[in-house]
């Protein structure tokens, strides 16, 4: 017997994904490593990285990726252990881009929004996925981040999308709940399994 395409348990025109934490990961172990080879205090280079408007600037293409070392690393008083943190590519999470290639089989609309520095799209190439997707949202280019609910209208006016007729993933609840405010089906990213089950019959 023939083998089945892959369908939508719900027809919606697009289906719209985050970036890390779903399919980029980064290794949790490596910040504690760092900090042990740099002499640093615990959490102090995710703390020092991720101060919350330092990164709403990078998002937002306000910062560059080398400007958000060098403040980093201002911050941390160690610009080496900043970059080292700051250039990691993560890993591809491949389990998801055969989900994502199922989705694609269905005809399905696939968006990619992520919040972004200026080196994403040399990332998505590296990781062979700049083609993957039918629209690319990366934010550092637009002026708006996840979770402003600004962004997601947009999305879905390029998309040209009822925010209704969407769905979409992430691995952070505030994105979740901004994009539930604009009227999007949205779901908190915690696994494939998960996410293949609510989109795939």
């Known amino acids: 017997m023939a083998e089945q395409s892959p ?3 719900v027809n919606y025109d697009a289906i719209i994904f985050d970036f890390d934490g779903v399919f980029r990961h980064f290794d949790p172990k490596r910040q504690k490593q760092l900090e042990n080879k740099y002499q640093l205090a ?3 280079l995710y703390s020092a990285a991720f101060r919350q408007q330092d990164y709403l600037e990078v998002a937002k293409g306000v910062l560059t990726k080398a ?10 008083g160690h610009r080496p252990a900043a ?3 700051l250039e990691d ?3 591809l999470d491949d389990t998801m881009v055969d989900l994502l290639e199922d989705i694609k089989l269905t005809g399905t609309t696939v968006a990619l929004l992520t919040n972004s520095t200026c080196t994403i799209h040399d990332e998505l190439k590296m990781f062979g996925l700049i083609d993957s997707f039918d629209y690319l949202f990366t934010t550092n ?9 600004d962004i997601f209208e947009h999305v879905c006016k390029e998309i040209d999308v009822a925010p209704t007729n969407a769905f979409f993933t992430d691995d952070l609840a505030e994105n979740v709940n901004g ?3 604009v009227g999007l089906n ?8 998960s996410t293949r089950d609510t989109l795939l019959a």
């Open 186 to 193: 949205a779901e908190l990213f915690t696994s494939r399994e």
């Open 67 to 76: 400007e958000w070392i060098a403040k980093t690393g201002e911050i941390l």
């Open 89 to 91: 590519h993560g890993r």
């Open 83 to 85: 970059k080292e943190f």
């Open 7 to 9: 369908r939508l348990k």
């Open 42 to 44: 615990p959490d102090s």
């Open 179 to 181: 994009a539930r405010s």
């Open 141 to 149: 280019t637009i002026g708006m981040a996840k979770p402003n609910k």
